[in-house]
């Protein structure tokens, strides 16, 4: 069979071609991110079931389920029972689309392999980014499955961390991940001795419920993991009412940790315990300086992006954290202690160091190599 065009020949088509083809596979991974985006969360396969209308369960076919182009052709709108579909799905499309192209024209030039690189982990951040400011979670899918990636891609394409080999690039690689997990985690670990716990305080009479996973208030949903990082870790309150599945109380004390429930000085299993509710006007929680999932999160970044990113994004995303923080207590749109969702700026902090200038990142790695100089027999 003749070869239609030869790998030279491929090379001379115009950039504005490879341009259009970016484009075009960046709105089609940025169709699955949506998927990714309202699932995830909910702990619902990305896979099963097909694209459908969450309202009337219409099964979209695949020629109504083009990045973009449907959502215009059908003017925004379910072609079954015409419910409007949320203006962010195409937007989100659009966006992915917009940096497959920027990574095209940053990167691609330098080295194709590093070009899909970027793509694969702005793509990551995005998720990561629209899930923790909704959620306040970064879902494992994201996080651990980022250092998975992030390892395969030093081993595919080890020019990603300036090798040749693979053997040296996956090192360099693992090295990433693991000082990005150990550097938060130290984080982790600091702000619970220097912070403690925080008093959120609630409408008069406030219901709380205790799911088997869950601490639903009324603002927010908490996963019991973000709040029990130790077995010391307790939740208190004063309850005008709580409510068990079997009994009731009024005007009690109660205290939750991850392996036991006090109520007013009876001792319960929490694992025996499947649903709880509580009315009251405040609660004692533990506090973190950042959750758990920021240390994972930032771990898929080093192994992708290398150990001395890692500082950079911590550092960056420090400040830019502390500065969106003041502007909204100012502002009036958050409290002292209020919690703020980190990986965003996480995640903001990585995009700009993978599109720092060259020379300003060489200084960077020039001031932090001397931390190597202890590892330097094993590193060699």
Known sequence: MTQLMSLDEWRELPVHFWSVCWFILGSMVGSFLNVCVHRMPLGVSVVTPPSH??????????????????????????????EPIAFRYVALEALTGSMFVACWWIVGAQSTPLAIAYATILSALLVATLIDFEHFIIPDEVTLGGIVAGLTYAVIFPEIHGSQGRLEALKWSFMGATVGWLLVYAIVRLGKVMFGKMEVHLTE????????????????????????????????????????????????????????????????????????????????????????????????????????????????????????????????????????????????????????????????????????????????
């Open 53 to 82: 209308c969450p309202r009337c369960q219409y099964r979209i076919p695949w020629y109504l389920n083009l990045p973009i182009l449907s959502w215009i052709w059908l003017r925004g709108r379910c072609r079954q029972c015409q």
């Open 205 to 380: 009479e406030s219901r709380l419920i205790f799911t088997e996973t869950s601490l639903v208030l009324p603002q927010e949903t908490i996963p019991y993991e973000e709040i029990f990082y130790r077995k010391s870790d307790h939740i208190d309150l004063e309850a005008s009412r709580l409510e068990l599945v079997d009994r009731c109380y009024a005007g009690v004390h109660f205290k939750l940790s991850p392996t036991r429930l006090e109520i007013d000085g009876e001792r319960f299993n929490p694992e025996e315990i499947d649903h709880m509710e509580a009315w009251c006007s405040s609660i004692t929680l533990p506090r973190e300086a950042m959750g758990f999932g920021d240390v994972k999160f930032m771990s898929a970044i080093g192994a992708f992006l290398g150990w001395q990113s890692t500082f950079f994004s911590l550092m960056v995303s420090s400040m830019i954290g502390a500065v969106v923080g003041i502007l909204l207590i100012c502002i009036g749109k958050r409290e002292w202690s209020s919690r703020l969702p980190f990986g965003p700026y996480i995640a903001l902090a990585a995009v700009l160091w993978m599109f720092l200038p060259e020379p300003f990142k060489d200084q960077w790695k020039e001031q932090l190599n001397v931390l190597l100089l202890p590892f330097e027999n094993w590193l060699s």
